[in-house]
Structures are given as structure tokens and as C-alpha cells.
């Protein structure tokens, strides 16, 4: 299956999008269903149970209220691998997705990323990535998606899978979008845009 689109999220800047999008709490708290997004040194061991019972009680806090510097010291690095867990619902069952995704391209303004991962008898390998450009309302920003599923949800079929990926899309580009507004509020009183832009 192929998804592709763009997204436009007006009056923010390049180097904005790019900082929120490698901040691994960002896609997390972005991203409708996540449990937890974690960093693991080795791809091949990981223990669901056990990243999800030492998930912290609170998140460190996200732009604006976070400095940029700190932001981009826990951004995504290539060659980096992330644990995730999706509870998401598809048709009449709520499985949970377990996936480890390797950063694959992270330079600005261009990333890409693969992965695969199991769920309820399922099991599905994806790659994935984005580019930034600037417009004249603010940023675009184009994706791309490509999964292979496998097992009990590939017998469901597009015409159930496919609302389901729109409709995650369009939540975590939307709450993307509210948290970048948030920066261009607090912009205008700390100059917070400026610092952003000198980092890049």
C-alpha cells in the first residue's frame, strides 16, 4: 500500500517544522494511539513490556516552552533506532502496533525512515519520509509512505486500512500544526524564531 500527501502549515518557518519533526516527544505526544516512542541501541532486542513499564509519568516539556538547544540534543540522528507502540483502531479490533524504526535520512530538509513491527496476527514492514519547502503562507510539507502488510489486518482490505491511515495523518499533522502555532505566539514576545533560525 502507498500513501502520499501534503500538508501546509502557515505563517511558521522551515527550520521550526524541521526541530518540532525531530523531536522524538514532539511525534509522540503528536501522534494519535502512541504509547511511547524510545530510543534503542539494538533493534533486534527489544522488550515491549519493558520500555512500556518505564515510560515516564511526564513527558520533558515541548516548543515553545522547551529550549531549542535541548530539543535538537534529543533530536533524531541517522542510524538511530526508535521503539514504538500504537494502539490504534482498525475496523472492529484496537490492535497494538510494536515497531522499531530505523532513521534512515534525517538532514534537513529532507528524512526518511523504515521499519516494521507486528500486531493481533499481523505483522508489516514500511518506509516512509518527508521534505520541506518553504511557500509563500509558510511550509509544506510533502510525505510519503509505503507498508506491506501481512496476516489478519491485510485480509481486512484498503477500503478499512486507508480511512484509518488518512485519518491518523491528518490528527498528527493538525496537532502538529497547533503545537507550531504556539511557537509563533510565543515568537512574538521572545524572539524564540530567530534563536531556531540561527541553529540551523
Partial sequence: MEF?????IEEVSPEEVWLSLSDPYMIKQSLPGCQFLTEVEDPDDVDFEELREAEPDEDPPLLPEADPDEVAARGFDEGSHYAALLELKVGAVKPSFRTVVTIDEWDHPVGSASGEGDASGSSFEMDSGMEL?????GVAIAWHAEADVF?????M?????NPVADRVVSRFFS?????????AE???????????????
Avoid: C, P, Y
Fill in 151 to 155: 496476516g489478519r489486518i491485510a485480509q
Fill in 186 to 200: 510565543e515568537d512574538e514576545s521572545s524572539g524564540l524564531r530567530d534563536r531556531i533560525k540561527g541553529m540551523f
Fill in 157 to 161: 482490505g484498503q477500503r478499512v486500512i
Fill in 175 to 183: 496537532n502538529i500544526e497547533d503545537q507550531l502555532t504556539e511557537v
Fill in 4 to 8: 502520499e500527501g501534503t500538508f501546509t
Fill in 133 to 137: 519547502s518553504e511557500t509563500d503562507e
